[in-house]
T-cell receptor, first 112, second 111 residues
């Protein structure tokens, strides 16, 4: 079965600094999702990547899927307190009603 | 912007009692899911639902669990006889095709 490894497990960053979170899969990624979760709350959809080499951006967050489709990175530029939370990567097989397998998450703290 | 809603936000129950967790998916979505997250652990898939039947279920989704879409808008998860280990956040998600949009979750506490 597919396993997703996220690194680092937690990250403390000074406000205004850039940061990167990584997600590595044990198998080829067909659909790779990034979600953000506030502590004890729901999952907010950020981005979905499908193609090798694909890159998407939303505001100050950029996600990339490598050419081999086994690793994705999430990059935040000029971090703000609102970026704090848990970032989850998830993967599915891009079949229409596939379940998403999630990583354990990366806990991001932003220091003012 | 349309969103998935869930009720209640928090449910406390005694072990052995039945609970029903409710979800209203986004209106034009066709695929529906339940996931759960035990405190400090991964978000885990429970069940997917399409065209009024279960598409796939995980090994967690045993005979104590059932899902229903009774009226074309609500999507419910029933746990017949709750156990202590059922305490978790339960998330509903819906999808038009691929991207899944999650609700805010119901925190279930079994005493």
């Amino acid at each position: 079965s597919q396993e997703l490894e996220q690194s680092p497990q937690s990250l403390i960053v000074q406000e205004g600094k850039n940061l990167t979170i990584n997600c590595t899969s044990s198998k080829t990624l067909y659909g790779l999702y990034w979600y953000k979760q506030k502590y004890g709350e729901g999952l907010i959809f950020l981005m979905m990547l499908q193609k090798g080499g694909e890159e998407k951006s939303h505001e100050k967050i950029t996600a990339k899927l490598d050419e081999k489709k086994q690793q994705s990175s999430l990059h935040i530029t000029a971090s703000q307190p609102s970026h704090a939370g848990i970032y989850l990567c998830g993967a599915d097989n891009m079949n229409r009603d596939d379940k998403i397998i999630f990583g354990k998450g990366t806990r991001l703290h932003i220091l003012p | 912007e349309p969103e998935v809603t869930q009720t209640p936000s928090h449910q406390v129950t005694q072990m052995g009692q039945e609970v029903i967790l409710r979800c209203v998916p986004i209106s034009n979505h066709l695929y529906f899911y339940w996931y759960r997250q035990i405190l400090g652990q991964k978000v885990e898939f429970l069940v997917s639902f399409y065209n009024n039947e279960i598409s796939e279920k995980s090994e967690i989704f045993d005979d104590q669990f059932s899902v229903e879409r009774p009226d074309g808008s609500n999507f419910t998860l029933k746990i017949r006889s709750t156990k202590l280990e059922d305490s978790a956040m339960y998330f509903c998600a819906s999808s038009p095709l691929n991207e899944q949009f999650f609700g805010p979750g119901t925190r279930l506490t079994v005493l």
